[in-house]
């Protein structure tokens, strides 16, 4: 790194110089031929877009800019949210030497030089010295230990910039000796206002071109938040239209100068509910290639990738269900990596769930059956808890007849016990109707027994492939089954012999009580699997869960 100029030291009671003087590469006056992006550097605080949750009066990044206290602070955010344009400010608006120095090209060395020339600066009396390192996450961690006596004993205040989460890119110990402040990507208003403000002020374009609405919203759009991808697009369209001697920008004119089409997509207007209906409903058919389309075209337009990833996260429910229950973990991680990762990195999880929830098999029986449920709550159904089933573990709830009678599944070498579970006006009611598509098939094998056993039909016959239709079940009341309570110490039954919810012998009332007969003595059912998939019966929309 080039030094010369950067440390000369004054001799004690010669005059410093100013914020005038000569400073670091980069960070004086904007020449006439810099970057949009440069010129349109704001001049002081008051400039500053955005951010207002660190302009506070008194806030930390305000008192930096106005050197009102020397703290050291990492900045760090995406790129064009300001990180460098709040450098200048400090550079600019105090008495401080103000070095800079980038991460990708200084080393050990050149860190030591400068803490040195400002030790002795500060003994004879000189300006204290704000260090600026941009890109600090690029520092080694021998690079960054250097810092650490400097930045403690306040030889010099340390204003470093990341785009990398300083908690793994950044040591302890500085970023303990240093105020974190977190830049936000700036919303659309904010970058749309920068645009304007660009257009028409002298350090700008000065009004030499105005911009059409389509064109301003394209270029809004493209900036994804980050200013100076914004102002360095404004700049090249407007390029292009002075060379064509036309004074207006449009739409043509700035695709043609970022090479980028755009993207009807409005993210408050019909648009967006059009592309994420037709993403959802790609990947419900089973299409990955146009679901993964609508995910591009999300994706480039700008849309909010927690809001792809909260609709993965629903459809994994909504749409596959049971069918595969590993779609859920799939959509959850894809949803984690969006908030660990970020775009554009991130974009690659949530393709990778949309590829996996497209191609799984489908079953909206958790809709279906949620939704049920909820009708019949809302319809006033239920009643009362059953007493067996009632919380006993405070005084006086055995005198009420809390928990008596329930019998605990873990005493049956099944797992599995006949009891009622439901409210009285509801029992006997199915709600979940599995489907035969993907995983759910074993678990539309297993439901049937399961509810045997539990509502004590009798035996339940083997599944050799070729079982009829589960005949419908009525609403009806099941007794519960006088054992001794469990949480009171009563022991399992000795008859409670019955086999396995997989291999379906005979079952045995338990205590005297005898299973409900076939001929008459309640509803009958032929052993056969759940409505079979694809029947009218298998339509709704909400969601339930499922007895194992």
Not at 102 to 109: M, R
Not at 395 to 413: F, I, T, V
Request: aromatic share 4%; proline share 7%; charged share 25%.
């Amino acid at each position: 790194m080039e030094t010369d100029g950067l440390f000369s030291l004054a001799s004690p009671g010669a005059p410093t110089a100013g914020p005038a003087a000569a400073g670091p590469a980069g960070f004086g006056p904007p020449t006439g031929d810099a970057p949009l992006p440069v010129r349109m550097r704001p001049a002081s605080l008051d400039e500053l877009v955005g951010q207002k949750h660190l302009l506070a009066p008194g806030a930390p990044l305000r008192q930096l800019v106005t050197g009102a206290s020397p703290m050291s602070v990492i900045l760090w955010g995406p790129p064009g949210t300001g990180k460098t344009t709040i450098a200048h400010l400090v550079a600019n608006a105090t008495d401080r030497k103000f070095v800079a120095m980038s991460a990708l090209t200084a080393g050990v060395k050149d860190v030591r030089a400068v803490i040195d020339t400002a030790r002795r600066e500060r003994r004879y009396g000189g300006p204290p010295t704000v260090l600026f390192i941009d890109e600090v996450h690029r520092f080694s961690k021998t690079q960054q230990d250097s810092l650490l006596a400097a930045v403690e004993d306040r030889t010099v205040t340390l204003l470093a910039a990341t785009t990398e989460n300083p908690y793994f890119s950044v040591i302890s110990p500085l970023l303990s000796r240093c105020v974190l402040l977190t830049l936000q990507a700036l919303d659309e208003d904010d970058v749309r206002h920068l645009i304007r403000r660009a257009t028409t002020d002298e350090r700008g374009l000065g009004g030499a071109v105005t911009l059409s609405t389509e064109a301003e919203d394209h270029l809004v759009r493209l900036a994804s938040g980050d200013v100076r991808k914004a102002l360095t697009a404004l700049e090249a369209a407007a390029g292009s239209a002075l060379a064509q001697d036309v004074k207006e920008i449009d739409l043509a004119t700035a695709e043609k100068a970022v090479d980028v089409a755009a993207v009807r997509y409005d993210r408050d207007g019909d648009a967006h509910y059009d592309v994420i209906s037709a993403f959802i409903k790609s990947m419900r058919g089973s299409d990955p290639d146009a679901a993964l389309h609508y995910l591009a075209r999300m994706l480039v337009a700008g849309e909010d990738p927690r809001f792809i990833a909260r609709r993965i996260v629903v459809f994994a429910s909504e749409d596959v269900g049971m069918a595969d229950p590993q779609a859920l973990l799939v959509a959850s991680a894809a949803a984690q990596a969006v908030q660990n990762v970020g775009l554009p990195e991130a974009g690659l999880n949530l393709a990778q769930a949309v590829v996996h929830l497209a191609t799984a098999p489908k079953s909206n029986s958790v809709t279906t059956a949620l939704g049920e449920a909820m009708a019949d709550v809302r319809a006033g159904r239920g009643g009362p808890v059953p007493p067996h089933l009632r919380d006993a573990h405070y005084p006086g709830s055995r005198g009420l007849g809390h928990g008596r009678g329930y019998r605990y599944p873990h005493d049956d070498p099944r797992g599995v016990v006949r009891q009622q579970y439901a409210p009285d006006d509801l029992a006997g009611v199915d709600y979940y109707r599995p489907t035969d598509h993907g995983a759910e098939r074993l678990v539309a094998e297993r439901v049937p027994r399961l509810r045997r056993i539990v509502r004590g039909r009798g035996p339940a016959p083997r599944n050799d492939g070729d079982e009829s239709a589960t005949t419908p079940v009525t609403r009806g009341v099941t007794a519960s089954v006088g054992t001794p309570d469990r949480a009171a110490g009563g022991a399992r039954a000795a008859d409670e012999s019955q086999s396995s919810a997989d291999s379906e012998p005979a079952e045995t009332g338990a205590e005297g009580t005898t299973p409900a007969a076939d001929d008459g003595g309640g509803p009958v059912e032929t052993g056969a699997d759940p409505v079979e998939a694809g029947s009218d019966d298998d339509s709704g929309d909400s969601a339930g869960e499922e007895t194992r």
